[in-house]
């Protein structure tokens, strides 16, 4: 039966009006003259007779195209006579289907298709898509439309469910699709690089989508992709991953970008692709900085061996090497950071390998010093005034600054840090070294929203009385002035809190008269305006004296307070022996010698000695030097820096036992009774934040808060302890 060419004529019109009046007759009828189920009946009858008849034989020898042809105008005629026959016995689906619980008279239509035609030619018909679908994956043309309508054919068999289009169609499908991609791929890994491999990968995957945008089942996408998937890539994950030359290291190292991007999209397609990808994006990045690390440790080692054979002293803190690693660092932290967030979609599992991998060589030995003291002693290069041969603006200093925080996240001695850093900035405060108090605070804030509030209190507190210092002085004049005090020398004093400060090497030299007396006056002022409840402690490693003296002219010289009592000496004698300057002095012999080898050895030579020598010896006798030039009228002789790396580690050491105690007894104090296992972990877990507690050290301060009576062992159970209150 054919579509009607236009509208239905007016003779048409009332020959179906007269149908549907007898079609109603012969159902409203009382029994035995209702119709009704004779009717039902006959109109299957009918429709499977006539497909029997003219629809199976159209179909019987046909393959390919010409059976999809067929087929589907075969099925366009077939479904417009239906609905036209289920018009004409509409009275039948309004009444008897429904009040029977039968099928609609359209179900009955598509019911006897699909037992009298579908059930007969769907293994040829699938075959002849399949043979379609592999020649358009191959690149040839076909007939989207035909495919799309040869397969509305398995959708709409199933009344509303995609029963017949899953078991046969869909299934013969994904099966066909893995056998076509398993043997593409293996040949493909055989010829192509891994960056050629995956692109080819993803023009495949982009294929399927729009072949299931063309003519598929939206619900055939997820299954189809999905074994793509499998067979393009996770079947040949790790030899991809892995590959020499072009694998995933490979591009790392060639820094291969828009490569690395497509990995990361197509492996995370897979279930745990991503895993192989960041375990070697780890182990590249790992190696990478360990070699840095081996590079810095044989320069820095190199360099104390050519300093010890010049017998040099090397600098306080880090030398160049361990602050070139640190700029490594930096920019390899930048670089592999950047490829996590641009490349590798911020991806927790690639942050977690970035993490661990910096945390592997980030807390190696560097020579002689760790990697945080390397990092205190860089960021104090970079705010020390004049102390890089750089010229970097305080934007770059900034930028370095603000990237070198971030890289002390991966630190585990952060404890180590920020007393290497406390030094140094006490240094810097004292010496009037100090390039920008800017700066200074910014590091501050920065390390404090890192490491928290504890981590960097004290450093603020020296900020803290450094700011306050010109104050006190302010004050100290006009008390001078309201007393009517005059002092012999102008005094600048710098008050200090004990707690915040690092422990100073004590050293009480016989100071000069005039020096005496200012700072006799000054004292009176504090312990006046502190109702001598506050003690004052003179410290004089630290302080600057401001000392005229006159050579081939008048020079300003800045020295320490034991240089200029030793340089006071001289004032009335031209030459005097060791044994005299240190009884005139009252320095010890250490501190004596390391001050007179500024005064002697150093680049400006102040006194000369005798007899000629690089040490400092008891029997030596030291002269002023009468030869002594300089083109500068300002000069700043400098002390040779004390070696501090050592006092550190053992503060450091100090404030980790007091630490691990607090911890312990805190932990016990919760939670009253605990399993020894338990409370290592629990106390490795607190302390962690700080510094990386060694479990040696952790069970030795449980031993000592034993015998000190906070812990006791259960008479029972030894392994668990009890808090004693």
Same mark, same amino acid.
């Given at each position: 039966?054919g ?5 239905i004529?007016l ?69 417009l006579?239906?609905r ?34 579908h059930?007969v ?39 509303g ?28 890994l ?27 089942h939206?619900s ?24 020499? @030359? !072009?694998?995933?290291?490979? +591009?790392?190292? %060639?820094?291969?970008?828009?490569? #690395?991007? $497509?990995?990361?999209? &197509? ?8 895993e192989?990808m ?72 690639f ?10 060589f ?20 970079l705010?020390?005034? @004049? !102390?890089?041969?750089?010229? +970097?603006?305080? %934007?770059?200093v900034?930028?370095? #600054?603000? $990237?070198?925080v971030? &890289?002390l ?10 007393e290497?850093?406390?030094t ?28 928290g ?15 306050h ?79 005229r ?25 031209t ?37 000629m ?27 040779p820096p ?18 691990i105690?607090a ?9 009253r ?48 302890y009890?808090?004693?209150?």
């Amino acid at each position: 039966m054919g579509k009607p060419d236009g509208p239905i004529k007016l003779e048409e019109g009332w020959a179906m009006m007269e149908v549907d009046t007898n079609i109603y007759n012969m159902c409203t009828q009382k029994l035995p003259y209702d119709h009704s189920e004779q009717l039902y009946a006959r109109y299957r009858t009918s429709l499977q007779n006539y497909i029997e008849e003219c629809v199976v034989p159209s179909l019987k020898d046909l393959k390919g195209v010409s059976l999809l042809r067929t087929l589907c105008r075969r099925w366009q005629n077939h479904t417009l006579m239906v609905r036209w026959m289920s018009r004409i016995f509409s009275y039948l689906d309004r009444y008897y289907v429904q009040r029977h619980n039968l099928n609609s008279m359209n179900e009955v239509g598509l019911l006897v298709w699909k037992e009298v035609v579908h059930e007969v030619i769907k293994s040829r018909v699938t075959d002849a898509i399949l043979e379609l679908v592999e020649r358009e994956r191959d690149g040839e043309a076909v007939d989207c439309p035909l495919l799309k309508n040869s397969l509305a054919t398995y959708q709409e068999v199933g009344m509303g469910l995609l029963d017949a289009y899953e078991k046969d169609f869909e299934a013969a499908l994904l099966q066909t699709t893995a056998k076509y991609y398993k043997r593409k791929s293996a040949g493909w890994l055989e010829t192509y690089s891994t960056p050629e491999f995956l692109s080819m990968a993803e023009a495949c995957l982009k294929a399927e989508e729009n072949r299931v945008d063309a003519y598929l089942h939206v619900s055939t996408r997820t299954k189809l992709l999905s074994t793509t998937e499998t067979e393009l890539l996770k079947e040949h994950s790790l030899s991809l991953l892995e590959k020499e @030359g !072009s694998g995933c290291a490979a +591009l790392l190292r %060639d820094g291969k970008k828009e490569d #690395l991007a $497509r990995m990361f999209r &197509l492996f995370g397609r897979i279930p745990k692709g991503l895993e192989p990808m960041a375990a070697i994006f780890k182990d590249f990045v790992e190696s990478e900085g360990m070699s840095h690390v081996r590079a810095a440790t044989e320069a820095a080692v190199s360099k104390q061996a050519k300093e010890k054979d010049a017998g040099k002293a090397g600098k306080d803190g880090a030398a160049a090497p361990e602050h070139q690693f640190i700029r490594v660092a930096i920019d390899l932290h930048d670089t592999y950071s950047d490829y996590v967030v641009s490349y590798f979609g911020s991806a927790s599992l690639f942050h977690k390998a970035l993490k661990e991998a910096f945390e592997t060589f980030c807390n190696k030995q560097i020579g002689r010093a760790t990697v945080a003291e390397a990092m205190a002693s860089f960021c104090d290069s970079l705010l020390r005034k @004049g !102390s890089t041969s750089e010229k +970097l603006t305080d %934007d770059e200093v900034e930028s370095l #600054l603000d $990237r070198v925080v971030k &890289l002390l996240a991966y630190v585990s001695d952060k404890d180590l840090f920020a007393e290497f850093y406390r030094t140094k900035l006490s240094k810097r405060l004292l010496g009037t070294h100090m390039a920008s108090e800017e700066l200074e605070k910014g590091v501050l804030i920065r390390l404090k929203q890192q490491c928290g509030t504890q981590f960097t209190s004290r450093m603020e507190g020296m900020v803290h009385d450094l700011a306050h210092a010109k104050d006190k002085m302010e004050e100290f004049v006009r008390w001078q002035k309201k007393r009517g005090v005059t002092l012999p020398v102008e005094l600048n004093a710098t008050v200090l809190t004990v707690g915040f400060w690092p422990t100073f090497k004590k050293i009480e030299p016989t100071l000069p008269e005039e020096m005496l007396m200012a700072m006799n006056q000054f004292t009176q002022f504090h312990e006046a305006i502190n109702n001598g409840s506050r003690r004052l402690t003179w410290h004089h490693t630290h302080g600057n004296v401001l000392v005229r003296a006159t050579y081939d002219k008048t020079y300003e010289l800045v020295v320490t307070p034991t240089q200029a009592t030793i340089l006071a000496l001289f004032n009335d004698a031209t030459s005097l022996k060791y044994v005299e300057i240190q009884e005139a002095t009252n320095i010890d012999s250490d501190d004596l010698e390391r001050t007179l080898a500024s005064l002697v050895f150093a680049k400006h030579k102040l006194l000369s000695k005798e007899p000629m020598g690089r040490t400092i010896n008891s029997t030596d006798t030291f002269a002023y030097n009468a030869g002594f030039k300089d083109r500068m009228r300002r000069i700043r002789v400098a002390l040779p820096p004390l070696e501090d790396r050592r006092k550190v580690k053992e503060d450091v050491g100090k404030d980790r036992v007091h630490i691990i105690q607090a911890t312990i007894v805190r932990i016990m104090k919760s939670r009253r009774v605990m399993k020894h296992q338990e409370l290592l972990v629990e106390v490795v877990g607190q302390t962690q934040k700080m510094f990386a507690a060694d479990v040696k050290l952790v069970k030795k301060q449980i031993e000592s808060l034993i015998e000190r009576e906070f812990l006791e062992r259960d008479e029972k159970d030894t392994a668990m302890y009890k808090y004693v209150a």
